[in-house]
């Protein structure tokens, strides 16, 4: 259960958290921000590996990682944050969130999102359309995360209202949070990563793909800790073991986005 819900550190529950706080400490770095697999796969090389420190992960969402940044309650977030009107991931987010401050943006993963449904699609989800089909039960994500903007950003773009949307204020926090429910009969779709689905039996209907970028501001940049982050992403270890699960892309994965 904690593994699903976003803590894949069975042996380490205490470095997966949702206080919103400073959990660095003289031996780790932490990292606050999206969840994603490739960030507990990342966290698990480092610490699992002879590095001298521990990466340990809070799993707030996008925009509450780059505010966590701003005000140095985390040395490292991850995001996939859509703007509509530019037609680009991250930048502009960071770029007003972040300000007068030298940053940089690195790419950890591109991936998949859309529906996931119970095995058969039985209800027949297909698009974004359907997302308003009467009766169905939904499962949302919750403030401030990537895929909620998405989410939010569709209903406004089509004049949806939100009490038309069975389950709206039915919120999880992880990928996996939203395919239990899926799975468990409490919900009938939902939007989350291709592997979740997989990894619970169900289907997948693709909306979009993604780039998830990890930013660091650039007082980081030149740490030894930063360093041995970049050394495990772009190690073919690592790469491999992402690409181990449907739905991921490391074709980007290292290559630095955008710097101030």
Not at 29 to 40: A, I, K, Q
Not at 231 to 238: F, G, R
Request: charge should be negative; glycine fraction near 8%; include cysteine.
């Amino acid at each position: 259960m904690q593994y699903l819900q976003g803590d894949s550190g069975e042996k380490r529950p205490q470095e997966h958290s949702e206080a919103h706080e400073d959990v660095s400490s003289d031996n780790g770095f932490c990292f606050m921000g999206s969840h994603d697999l490739s960030v507990e796969l990342l966290a698990e090389f480092l610490n699992h590996s002879s590095s001298t420190f521990s990466l340990k992960t809070v799993f707030k969402g996008s925009m509450q990682g780059l505010i966590a940044l701003y005000h140095r309650e985390a040395q490292v977030t991850g995001i996939h944050l859509w703007d509509k009107k530019l037609q680009e991931y991250n930048i502009p987010f960071v770029e007003h969130i972040l300000l007068a401050e030298a940053y940089t943006v690195v790419n950890l993963v591109q991936r998949s999102q859309g529906w996931i449904v119970p095995a058969g699609n039985k209800h027949n989800i297909k698009s974004w359309e359907d997302i308003s089909k009467k009766g169905l039960r939904f499962v949302n994500r919750q403030r401030g995360s990537g895929t909620r903007l998405r989410i939010d950003q569709y209903l406004m773009e089509n004049e949806i209202p939100i009490r038309q949307i069975h389950g709206y204020e039915n919120e999880e926090k992880t990928h996996w949070g939203v395919a239990l429910k899926v799975a468990n009969g409490e919900a009938d779709f939902g939007i989350g990563i291709q592997f979740a689905a997989q990894r619970m039996g169900l289907d997948f209907v693709p909306l979009f793909k993604e780039r998830f970028d990890l930013v660091i501001l650039q007082e980081t940049a030149e740490k030894p800790e930063w360093q041995q982050i970049q050394a495990v992403i772009n190690s073919s270890a690592y790469k491999r073991a992402v690409e181990q699960h449907i739905g991921y892309d490391t074709s980007l994965t290292g290559k630095i986005v955008s710097g101030s």
